[in-house]
């Protein structure tokens, strides 16, 4: 059974950091593309930042680069999301989701969440003071 579980969620004051994991089961990691998305109260859920090791095709959204990094351990089967600088635009809860391999249109792209499947519960994050 192919499933995700994020974890790592948290309160951070403004300027912290967190890293957020995803384990998956029943996956191989090189086989698929593998999403970070969030979703703040009363707004769409977006794409944050997006991975295939197929053609190591990376995507971050703009708000987020420079800050955030998408990485995975394949042996763990994990995928992490390591967050610096935050911002309490930062606060959503974050979802992680697997998608077709490669880079768009072939692979699932990261601005278009309904091309990702086999969602988590998604972990909270809020940055406040």
């Known amino acids: 059974q192919l499933q995700v579980a994020e974890s790592g969620g948290t309160l951070v004051q403004p300027g912290g950091s967190l890293r957020l994991s995803c384990a998956t089961s029943?996956?191989?990691?090189?086989?698929?593309?593998i999403g970070w998305f969030r979703q703040a109260p009363g707004k769409e859920r977006e794409g944050v930042s997006c991975?295939?090791?197929?053609?190591?095709?990376?995507y971050y959204a703009d708000s987020v680069k420079g800050r955030f990094t998408i990485s995975s351990d394949n042996a763990r089967k994990t995928v992490y999301l390591q967050m610096n600088s935050l911002k309490p635009e930062d606060t959503a809860i974050y979802y992680c989701?697997?998608?077709?391999?490669?880079?768009?249109?072939?692979?699932?792209?990261?601005?278009?969440?309904?091309?990702?499947?086999?969602w988590g519960q998604g972990t909270q994050v809020t940055v406040s003071l």
């Open positions: 991975f295939s090791s197929v053609d190591n095709y990376t």
């Open positions: 029943g996956f191989n990691l090189e086989h698929w593309s």
């Open positions: 989701a697997t998608g077709l391999p490669g880079s768009p249109p072939f692979g699932a792209s990261c601005r278009r969440p309904s091309e990702f499947s086999n």
